[in-house]
């Protein structure tokens, strides 16, 4: 059974940085492009920054510059987040292959 699991979300100031994880598991036979996703209060989930199998980054323009996307093994992904905003509160969700989604983590930036 795939299963994806986000870690490293918390409470932190405004300028901080926090580094989620998402590891990946069970039966996949492919590499696949991972991307994180996030959905404030009210709000409609958001896409945040993809990369491909090829290890190509994008990022939405809200988080170009602050937030970095990398992958160390095969479907495993990382977001690196820096100079954060209240704006970035919002749970976050790790995507595979744009079919498999993690359960979510909170982040939370005080004003």
């Known amino acids: 059974q795939v299963r994806l699991v986000e870690s490293g979300g918390g409470l932190v100031q405004p300028g901080g940085s926090l580094r989620l994880s998402c590891a990946t598991s069970g039966r996949i036979f492919s590499i696949y492009a991972m991307g994180w996703y996030r959905q404030a209060p009210g709000k409609q989930r958001e896409w945040v920054a993809s990369i491909t199998t090829g290890g190509s980054t994008n990022y939405a323009d809200s988080v170009k510059g602050r937030f970095t996307i990398s992958r160390d093994n095969a479907n495993t992904v990382y977001l690196q987040m820096n100079s954060l905003k209240p704006e970035d509160t919002a749970v976050y969700y790790c995507?595979?292959?744009?079919?498999?989604w993690g359960q979510g983590t909170q982040v939370t930036v005080s004003s």
């Open positions: 995507n595979m292959g744009t079919v498999y």
